[in-house]
């Protein structure tokens, strides 16, 4: 079975300037989330995704949004791009929303420089 | 933010040695998971706890969780070269389903 897969891997961008990533979960899997790792933060919830509905939210502003479509493919976008935006974007899926017992499988991330 | 911090920030060991890393939290949990994470790539689940669950094992990996002391810790026996990484525990609250992680372990295994 395919793990999660991100696209881009790499992505420089300049201040202003708006991204958007993909995350393809393992086949299956309903749930998407994102992450944010920056080595000041650490590791960070941005939102959770599960049937095209945000069911958690993380602390960020809004000019970070996200979306998911029918297949649970997931997409995030990033506006207005700053500096500190520059990060390790995770992406993970389980097959059920909810953690008490369910496990996340993370992709590789995506590598966001803003200059 | 942050929920937990993660005790040592970095320890470097000799191949076939234990490594021992401990992880403090802030909040009543419904579970501690521990991930690993290869230089800047993504993050690989080792192993989860419940908040009912004292010790759990897997493989070379042992993790204990005292609840009363809001800590944790993950022991790797006889380390491997391969253990090189960085080492996250990260917890879920109840009624706010997500993970929060600690600030990590970097394992560095010397051959």
């Known amino acids: 079975k395919a793990g999660v897969t991100q696209t881009p891997r790499y992505l420089i961008k300049t201040r202003g300037q708006q991204v958007t990533l993909s995350c393809s979960p393992i086949?299956?899997?309903?749930?998407v989330s994102w992450y944010q790792q920056t080595p000041g933060q650490g590791l960070q919830f941005l939102f959770e995704?599960?049937?095209?509905?945000?069911?958690n939210k993380g602390n960020f502003p809004g000019r970070f949004s996200g979306r998911q479509f029918s297949n649970s493919r997931s997409e995030m976008n990033v506006s207005t791009l700053e500096l500190g935006d520059s990060a390790l974007y995770l992406c993970?899926?389980?097959?059920?929303?909810?953690?008490?017992?369910?496990?996340?499988?993370f992709g590789p991330g995506t590598r966001l420089t803003v200059l | 933010s942050q929920q937990g911090e993660e005790d040592p920030q970095a320890l470097s060991i000799q191949e076939g040695e234990n490594a021992t890393m401990n992880c403090s939290y802030k909040?009543?949990?419904?579970?501690l998971q521990w991930y690993r994470q290869n230089s800047g790539r993504g993050l690989v689940h080792l192993i989860l706890?419940?908040?009912?669950?004292r010790e759990k094992h897997s493989g070379r990996l042992r993790v204990t969780l005292d609840t009363s002391k809001k800590s944790s810790s993950l022991l790797i026996t006889a380390s491997r070269a391969a253990d090189t990484a960085s080492y996250f525990c990260?917890?879920?609250?109840?009624?706010?389903?997500?993970?929060?992680f600690g600030t990590g372990t970097r394992l560095t295994i010397i051959p």
């Open positions: 990260a917890t879920v609250n109840f009624g706010n389903e997500k993970l929060t």
């Open positions: 706890i419940r908040s009912n669950e």
């Open positions: 086949s299956g899997h309903r749930s």
């Open positions: 993970a899926s389980s097959r059920n929303p909810g953690l008490q017992t369910d496990t996340q499988y």
């Open positions: 995704y599960f049937s095209e509905t945000q069911r």
């Open positions: 909040t009543s949990i419904n579970n």
